[in-house]
Structure formats: C-alpha cells, structure tokens
C-alpha cells in the first residue's frame, strides 16, 4: 500500500462543476502539499498545508491531521483547469512522497 | 529571477553511455533535489541536498550521482544509462523545508 492515496485516479466534469479530489496518507507528516501538473509537463506548487484550510482564488484545500486525509476542491471549474494534481506530503526534514496523481479533465 | 532551469530539455541516449543533466536555482535556496518521473507513477526523489558541499540519497538513488559545488548548481551524473533509467527527471528548489519550486523537466530516453 502506498504512503499517499489519492483518489479519484480520473475525473472527467463539465465547465462550472465543483471538483474534488482527495488525499489519504499513513505516515505521520510536517505538512501536506497539493501541486498542478500542467499538460506540457511543468509542475506548479499549489497550497502547503499543515491544517485547516487554505484558498486561492477558486482553490480551496483542507486538511485533516487526525482522519489524515486532504481534499482539494475547485469551485466553478474551466478547462483551463484541466491537468494533473499531486498531493505529497513532508516527512523526514525536506522530503516529500508523492501520491500518483490525479488527472483532471474540465470539458467546455 | 529565471527559477530553476534545467538542461538538456531532451536527451536520447544509448546503454552503456554517460551524461550530465544540469540544474540551476537562482533563488538562493539551501535545499535542491532530483526526481524522477515514470508514466502513472509519482515522483521518486533520487538525491537531495540541504546545501553546497552536503548530498543525500533519496529512494532510487542507485546508477546516479550528484554533486553540490555551489548553492546555485546540483548537477545528476548518469554513469552508465541503462533502459530503467528512462523517465522525465525533474529538480526542484525550496528555501527550508517549505514550498518546492520546479525546473521544467528533462525527458530522457535511453535506448
């Protein structure tokens, strides 16, 4: 079993759905990381989290240390929003583990 | 400020040869790192490093090597290419441990 799930590992909306995507891990961690996978490759720091909440723009991310789970949420969403998104988490000092990602597709 | 920058964006390479993939960070960060990319998987850190002169090994740190000279530059050594090393390799920067910043990724292809 991997440290970090996510799920779903596909999702495909409709422009203006709100989306969410979640994150369970199984290690004690420092703070959880929420990053964009953009279609040409580039990858793109989100929100670090280490609880509550967080939002930017349309961009919300929550956290909850003792259920250890993460969402992140994407209220009115366009196909510009369409990539992957990656939790990681911070355990030992600076590293993170990666979770395998989410890819999200918003069609017009 | 340019980020991180990383070189060659592309590389095909045949077994048994070696090369150097560059990354550079302008930002003045302590901490810079290598990961690799596979298709459907997460990242994997390879090597990291906390600043110039100190490396570490990460997960998959096995047929590479790095070096850490300068606060700016944390090159990837690979030795001898194998197949297995096929993937996109990214390097990434943060100041602490605190938000990490990425290069744009060099896709390798090893033949």
């Known amino acids: 079993k991997n440290e970090v799930e996510q799920s779903p590992q596909n999702l495909t909306a409709q422009e203006g759905e709100f989306i969410t995507i979640n994150c369970s891990y199984s290690v004690g961690i420092s703070a959880l990381h929420w990053l964009q996978q953009h279609p040409g490759g580039g990858i793109v720091s989100l929100f670090m989290l280490s609880s509550g909440k967080k939002k930017h723009g349309r961009l919300i991310a929550t956290i909850n240390i003792q259920e250890k789970h993460s969402s992140l949420h994407i209220t009115a969403s366009h196909p510009r929003d369409s990539a992957v998104y990656i939790c990681?988490?911070?355990?030992?000092?600076?590293?993170?583990?990666f979770g395998e990602g989410t890819q999200l597709t918003v069609n017009p | 400020n340019a980020g991180v920058t990383q070189t060659p964006k592309f590389r095909i390479l045949k077994i048994g040869q070696s090369m150097t993939l560059q990354c550079t960070q302008d930002?003045?960060?302590?901490?810079m790192y290598w990961y690799r990319q596979d298709p459907g998987m997460g990242l994997k850190l390879i090597y990291y490093?906390?600043?110039?002169?100190?490396?570490d090994k990460g997960e998959v740190p096995n047929g590479y090597n790095v070096s850490r000279s300068t606060t700016e530059d944390f090159p990837l050594r690979l030795e001898l290419a194998a197949p297995s090393q096929t993937s996109v390799y990214f390097c990434a920067s943060s100041q602490n441990p605190d938000t990490q910043y990425f290069g744009p990724g060099t896709r390798l292809t090893v033949l």
């Open positions: 490093s906390v600043g110039a002169g100190i490396t």
């Open positions: 990681a988490v911070g355990t030992s000092g600076s590293r993170l583990t």
């Open positions: 930002m003045n960060h302590n901490y």
